[in-house]
């Protein structure tokens, strides 16, 4: 199975300022995934990362806000920009194998904005 | 209704018990995962079914496609294995749908 690694693990920033989050795979995956955790909500889809293409946002994120880069099938980047303290969350990456049943998760990177 | 649901929301036992959580879910699936997130957050991935049972170590996770339903059994619990227990079902190709997840307390 592939294994993902997401960085930072955790950061702690200023209002206004952007960070991005990788995640690399050790091998090559179809599709990946952006995911945030709320305070004391479940893991919701941000978008889809194509590689090649833009990324597919779900109903409430937008590039603006969440701008995803995925130059190939190992590597993508979520930035969150201006941030404010309601982007606290949890931001956790996944991607997708061959045949669609195989899965795998980065470790997740808690973002603090102050 | 939730696509996802997980029972119990919290569970808290004692050192050495042995451990059911539940998860039951409404769409069609290829494949369901279960997550333990860690208290700092941090999230591993545990088991990924898509029919029948795994055991690793102590935990044993079982799904039942017919019912839609699926299970993570941990036995003689230690306290490490306080986490939050989060439920993954990957719809029929599509992107994941994540339960609310059962935070479990296991006390000396």
């Known amino acids: 199975s592939a294994v993902i690694s997401q960085k930072p693990s955790r950061d702690i920033c200023q209002r206004g300022t952007s960070l991005t989050i990788q995640c690399q795979v050790d091998?090559?995956?179809?599709?990946m995934f952006w995911y945030r955790q709320q305070p004391g909500q479940s893991l919701t889809l941000i978008a889809t990362a194509n590689q090649g293409s833009e990324a597919t946002y779900e109903s409430g994120f937008v590039i603006d806000k969440f701008p995803i880069s995925r130059p190939n099938l190992t590597f993508s980047t979520l930035t969150v920009s201006n941030m404010s303290p309601e982007d606290s969350s949890i931001y956790l990456c996944?991607?997708?194998?061959?045949?669609?049943?195989?899965?795998?998760f980065g470790q997740g990177t808690r973002l603090t904005v102050v | 209704k939730n696509e996802v649901e997980q029972s119990p929301q919290n569970l808290t036992a004692q050192e050495g018990e042995f451990i059911t959580i539940n998860c039951s879910y409404s769409v069609g699936i290829s494949a369901l995962h279960w997550l333990q997130q860690h208290p700092g957050g941090g999230i591993v991935s545990l088991f990924m079914l898509s029919s029948g049972k795994k055991k690793h170590g102590r935990l044993i996770a079982t799904i039942n496609i017919q019912e839609k339903h699926s299970s993570l059994h941990i036995t003689a619990s230690h306290p490490r294995d306080s986490a939050v227990y989060i439920c993954?079902?990957?719809?029929?190709?599509?992107?994941?749908?994540f339960g609310p997840g059962t935070r479990l307390s296991v006390l000396p």
């Open positions: 996944s991607g997708e194998g061959q045949g669609g049943t195989e899965a795998f």
């Open positions: 091998s090559q995956v179809t599709m």
């Open positions: 993954a079902v990957l719809a029929n190709g599509q992107n994941f749908v």
